[in-house]
């Protein structure tokens, strides 16, 4: 009798896009140990962001990423399996061979048009999500249509960042200073590390500032 597989849709608590989350006993355990919420699912590239704190990706953060989403397959997870054997026995990683084929795998973390990981797709809009396009994201200061968020080319010429902070992506990030009343990106973020059994977790939360750079 084949074993039958535990899967479920889920809502990624940051972006709000669906996904299909592997619900087998063991892909949940580990990703309960790596930091996974019960009651904030996360897609594998919201999962990777949290992982890196935005920043660039070690060897074992993919591994992380997918363990704590839950986008993993079957079968990827008999490799990744292969493959913490492998490290341990300091030998060759053999996959193991059910009968399938690499050449007809597409894996749903990978963009194939622009050949990189979907977390750093070129693609994709990250203000919305959506594919460039179909991006109707505006201008953070105007109603100038500006595909993948951030300055029109009015206004991006103009922003100083050492007064005004990073370039924001969307109107969100904007605010008032209340001491000179300069526009600026009022959003910081604060990185934190958590350590778990198997590695150590990088968590990036964001705050809301009062005053520009210069003011404060």
Same mark, same amino acid.
């Given at each position: 009798?084949?074993?039958?597989?535990?899967?479920?849709?889920?809502?990624?608590?940051?972006?709000?896009?669906?996904?299909?989350?592997?619900?087998?006993?063991?892909?949940?355990?580990?990703?309960?140990?790596?930091?996974?919420?019960?009651?904030?699912? %996360?897609?594998?590239?919201?999962?990777?962001?949290?992982?890196?704190?935005?920043?660039?990706?070690?060897?074992?953060?993919?591994?992380?990423?997918? %363990?704590?989403?839950?986008?993993?397959?079957?079968?990827?997870?008999?490799?990744?399996?292969?493959?913490?054997?492998?490290?341990?026995?300091?030998?060759?990683?053999?996959?193991?061979?059910?009968?399938?084929?690499?050449?007809?795998?597409?894996?749903?973390?990978?963009?194939?048009?622009?050949?990189?990981?979907?977390?750093?797709?070129?693609?994709?809009?990250?203000?919305?999500?959506?594919?460039?396009?179909?991006?109707?994201?505006?201008?953070?200061?105007?109603?100038?249509?500006?595909?993948?968020?951030?300055?029109?080319?009015?206004?991006?010429?103009?922003?100083?960042?050492?007064?005004?902070?990073?370039?924001?992506?969307?109107?969100?990030?904007?605010?008032?200073?209340?001491?000179?009343?300069?526009?600026?990106?009022?959003?910081?973020?604060?990185?934190?590390?958590?350590?778990?059994?198997?590695?150590?977790?990088?968590? %990036?939360?964001?705050?809301?500032?009062?005053?520009? %750079?210069?003011?404060?």
């Amino acid at each position: 009798m084949s074993k039958q597989k535990k899967v479920s849709s889920q809502k990624c608590k940051i972006c709000n896009k669906f996904f299909e989350r592997n619900d087998s006993d063991e892909i949940t355990y580990w990703g309960y140990a790596l930091g996974r919420k019960q009651d904030e699912p %996360l897609c594998y590239d919201c999962a990777l962001k949290k992982v890196t704190g935005g920043n660039c990706p070690e060897a074992g953060d993919f591994n992380s990423a997918h %363990l704590i989403s839950g986008q993993i397959t079957d079968q990827e997870w008999k490799w990744m399996q292969e493959e913490f054997r492998a490290i341990e026995e300091n030998r060759s990683i053999i996959e193991p061979d059910d009968g399938y084929d690499d050449d007809d795998y597409d894996d749903p973390a990978w963009c194939y048009k622009c050949n990189r990981d979907t977390a750093f797709c070129k693609c994709i809009c990250y203000v919305c999500y959506e594919h460039l396009e179909s991006c109707q994201c505006t201008c953070a200061l105007c109603d100038t249509p500006t595909p993948g968020g951030g300055l029109c080319e009015t206004h991006a010429p103009g922003w100083n960042k050492s007064v005004q902070g990073p370039v924001p992506d969307s109107s969100e990030q904007v605010g008032k200073c209340k001491s000179c009343g300069i526009v600026f990106n009022c959003v910081y973020e604060i990185e934190s590390q958590i350590p778990t059994p198997s590695s150590t977790v990088r968590i %990036l939360s964001r705050h809301n500032r009062k005053k520009c %750079l210069r003011c404060s």
